[in-house]
């Protein structure tokens, strides 16, 4: 009997801990890091918590801004990278660095 209180006192605090820990992993927030418009769409770009990957969220012009994204792309490396996508492929702007 005493094992097991012995046994409850030290694993129910060291699984707590843990489950604690993983829990705090889960909570890791996006940030929206700019927001603007082209052509017939807007977008918000936000970015992982760590900053190491960004991704779009794009609206037509006239949603609401409450609405869901009517598109949400990519996996970029960075703010320009996302920036360059939405200006080619929503804004339809005539850039050097758009695919012909």
Do not use: H
């Not at 918000?44 to 409450?66: C, G, I, M, Q």
């Not at 960075?78 to 492929?89: G, K, M, P, Q, V």
Request: charged letters at 20%; a positive charge.
């Amino acid at each position: 009997m005493k094992f097991i209180q012995t046994l409850k006192v030290a694993v129910i605090p060291v699984l707590t801990m843990l489950s604690l820990l993983s829990a705090s992993n889960k909570v890791l927030a996006d940030y929206l890091n700019n927001q603007g418009s082209g052509g017939d769409y807007r977008y918000e770009l936000w970015s992982t918590d760590d900053n190491s990957r960004y991704y779009l969220k794009v609206w037509l012009y006239e949603a609401s801004p409450n609405s869901y994204p009517r598109y949400t792309d990519g996996s970029f490396n960075s703010t320009r990278e996302a920036l360059i996508y939405f200006d080619c492929n929503y804004a339809k702007r005539n850039l050097p660095e758009c695919p012909r």
